[in-house]
């Protein structure tokens, strides 16, 4: 598939990219090619594109080879997949994104080759969120530099090397990890950055389970995971109250 990206694939005799873009995905044939087409838009840079995937029955993996992106087999889990994404990466920095979500078209301005700053991640809308004041809200608010407010919809992008010197995901955890690394950075590095940009999302779940209900179950995990609720209780809350 042609692009106006310098794409690189890992094992290539290619120049070593300056950014990996990692994508974690479990039947996700529905929104991946629509993502990869918008990564591959963006302005002329280096970066690769790592498809981590936990199992797909689907077309998923076809699709991601169809749009030049290289394919990692992982056991299932975001924490994970994400970590094995990271572990075949070649990228100065790393570039973490859902499959559902799509990059604004100039993303790579904020990461140019040679910049070392603190770990970041990008605004947040919602496709269609004019239908819902409550999305508008929500999305409103990832503005704000609170922790609260940082979940891996939002995409991000950090070093290797300080990904590594913190020792990466959880990898045996299931939930809220974007948001247990975005701590672990901000702390190792005394800052993180929200840029003044916006991704956009699929509201898929809010959607299948009502906008309301759904981010009252996500306050709740949220309080229970930041008064040390154990992983455990947290999967079986989410599987009981959310599908």
């Given at each position: 598939?042609?692009?106006?990206?310098?794409?690189?694939?890992?094992?290539?005799?290619?120049?070593?990219?300056?950014?990996?873009?990692?994508?974690?995905?479990?039947?996700?044939?529905?929104?991946?090619?629509?993502?990869?087409?918008?990564?591959?838009?963006?302005?002329?840079?280096?970066?690769?594109?790592?498809?981590?995937?936990?199992?797909?029955?689907?077309?998923?993996?076809?699709?991601?080879?169809?749009?030049?992106?290289h394919?990692?087999?992982?056991?299932?889990?975001?924490?994970a997949?994400?970590n094995?994404?990271?572990?075949?990466?070649?990228?100065?920095?790393?570039?973490?994104?859902?499959?559902?979500?799509?990059?604004?078209?100039?993303?790579?301005?904020?990461?140019?080759?040679?910049?070392?700053?603190?770990?970041?991640?990008?605004?947040?809308?919602?496709?269609?969120?004019?239908?819902?004041?409550?999305?508008?809200?929500?999305?409103?608010?990832?503005r704000?530099?609170?922790?609260?407010?940082?979940?891996?919809?939002?995409?991000?992008?950090?070093?290797?090397?300080?990904?590594?010197?913190?020792?990466?995901?959880?990898?045996?955890?299931?939930?809220?990890?974007?948001?247990?690394?975005?701590?672990?950075?901000?702390?190792?590095?005394?800052?993180?950055?929200?840029?003044?940009v916006?991704?956009?999302?699929?509201?898929?779940?809010?959607?299948?389970?009502?906008?309301?209900?759904?981010?009252?179950?996500?306050?709740?995990?949220?309080?229970?995971?930041?008064?040390?609720?154990?992983?455990?209780?947290?999967q079986?809350?989410?599987?009981?109250?959310?599908?």
């Open positions: 598939m042609s692009s106006t990206a310098n794409v690189s694939v890992p094992g290539s005799q290619q120049k070593q990219p300056w950014c990996s873009v990692i994508i974690p995905t479990l039947n996700e044939a529905r929104f991946i090619g629509r993502t990869l087409t918008r990564l591959l838009a963006s302005p002329p840079s280096s970066f690769e594109i790592i498809i981590a995937d936990g199992g797909s029955t689907d077309d998923t993996v076809a699709i991601a080879r169809g749009h030049g992106a394919i990692v087999r992982s056991y299932r889990g975001r924490a997949q994400l094995a994404g990271a572990a075949a990466a070649r990228g100065d920095s790393l570039l973490f994104l859902h499959a559902d979500t799509l990059l604004p078209p100039d993303f790579a301005r904020f990461f140019p080759p040679g910049y070392h700053g603190p770990a970041a991640c990008f605004q947040l809308r919602f496709t269609n969120q004019r239908q819902s004041a409550l999305l508008r809200f929500y999305s409103y608010c990832t704000f530099d609170f922790d609260a407010f940082r979940f891996g919809d939002q995409g991000l992008w950090v070093l290797q090397r300080d990904f590594a010197a913190v020792g990466g995901y959880p990898t045996n955890w299931q939930l809220l990890e974007d948001n247990y690394l975005v701590r672990k950075l901000r702390a190792y590095r005394g800052a993180f950055r929200v840029l003044p916006a991704v956009e999302t699929s509201p898929r779940k809010y959607l299948r389970n009502g906008v309301a209900y759904t981010q009252l179950v996500y306050t709740l995990l949220y309080t229970m995971y930041r008064t040390g609720a154990s992983q455990q209780l947290l079986k809350t989410y599987a009981r109250l959310l599908h």
